[in-house]
């Protein structure tokens, strides 16, 4: 009978609330978000955030204001844990454990933590119905960014169509000689089609939203997002205490970049806001050239100098592009293309780095 309530439940597009609480599972199925907390993927895209510089964030709050896997367990509480402990029960399938982080570690290794997320994700599609998967997967993707359609929808659609089609025949005759699933049972999905849920993990991981927003006080916030808004960074922001100069002589702030290194060997590059802050683009490239990679130049120039600056080519990202690329070689080439093209590969290997403003 439960079996049967199970399959009925996962089958309709929304499963009815008798039906879960039949099968003892929450009812609640979209949880509310504590609104302290955000997604780093709408920070990300709040304050146009590289992949450095979210990591530097997720370091910088570590562990006290940094949840890696808490939206991921508000979805396995609300849609997937009484499934999978149900068909452990029945089918005697594993039901796989949700991976914790170690709050004791002195810094969270988010590369590592994701591929553990993948892994439990791939284990638990082996083990649930593949309509409640994904009923928990759009739940998170919905509390991580303001627009899910273009986050690997491709890969989604061919996951779960692969798993739904996986059930449409009976286990056993999957490998019946005449069946069309033979050559593909279900543990044969190659575990490359659960690839994009390490690329959305660190977007999924949330962080106190009061303190990543002091954290990036000095950004410019590009663009409201669900959580956060111009008039709630300017309230918080004016909350913070000012900085005092040391006691007995004011501070000294430098006027050059500095770089430092950190204990993984990455570059964290410190730009003083005399050096960028209302310059024109050469002066900006002459006073960083003899401390800085050309790819920081670019990258400072790309995303913090391009907003205030009348010259002409800013008003798209294809003029800027060009523009900055004719500045920053001695090369002449004959099309606009060639010096974006100089100027993508720079944006990219900046990536190596962290960039922060001092």
């Not at 997604?39 to 562990?63: D, F, H, K, M």
Request: glycine share 4%; net charge negative.
């Amino acid at each position: 009978m439960q079996s049967a309530l199970l399959h009925n439940a996962l089958t309709t597009s929304a499963p009815p609330a008798f039906l879960l609480s039949e099968l003892g599972v929450c009812a609640t199925l979209s949880p509310m978000l504590d609104q302290q907390k955000i997604s780093l993927g709408r920070v990300r895209q709040a304050y146009r955030l590289t992949s450095n510089e979210v990591e530097t964030v997720i370091q910088a709050l570590w562990p006290h204001a940094v949840f890696p896997a808490e939206l991921w367990r508000r979805a396995h509480e609300a849609y997937w844990k009484d499934f999978a402990d149900s068909n452990q029960t029945i089918y005697n399938r594993e039901s796989p454990a949700l991976p914790q982080p170690c709050l004791s570690d002195k810094h969270f290794h988010s590369y590592l933590f994701a591929q553990d997320m993948q892994d439990f994700f791939r284990k638990l599609s082996e083990n649930i119905h593949a309509h409640a998967l994904e009923l928990g997967l759009q739940y998170i993707l919905e509390e991580t960014y303001d627009e899910i359609d273009n986050v690997f929808p491709e890969e989604r659609e061919c996951l779960f169509h692969a798993l739904k089609r996986l059930e449409t025949e009976d286990f056993s005759d999957q490998y019946a000689p005449d069946s069309p699933l033979f050559e593909t049972p279900i543990f044969t999905i190659p575990v490359s089609s659960y690839h994009f849920i390490s690329h959305i993990f660190v977007d999924t991981i949330l962080v106190n939203r009061d303190e990543v927003i002091r954290f990036l006080s000095k950004y410019p916030l590009h663009m409201e997002v669900k959580g956060i808004t111009h008039a709630l960074v300017e309230s918080i922001l004016k909350s913070m205490p000012p900085e005092t100069a040391s006691l007995g002589s004011p501070k000294v702030q430098t006027e050059q970049p500095t770089v430092e290194e950190t204990e993984d060997g990455r570059l964290t590059f410190k730009i003083p806001s005399a050096v960028w802050r209302g310059k024109p683009d050469h002066a900006v490239r002459d006073a960083m050239k003899d401390t800085c990679p050309l790819a920081v130049i670019a990258y400072v120039l790309f995303y913090w100098c391009g907003s205030d600056k009348p010259e002409a080519g800013h008003k798209t990202q294809m003029g800027r592009k060009t523009q900055l690329g004719r500045l920053l070689t001695e090369k002449e080439y004959s099309d606009p293309k060639s010096y974006r093209n100089l100027m993508n590969a720079l944006l990219e290997e900046a990536d190596a780095y962290t960039i922060v403003k001092a």
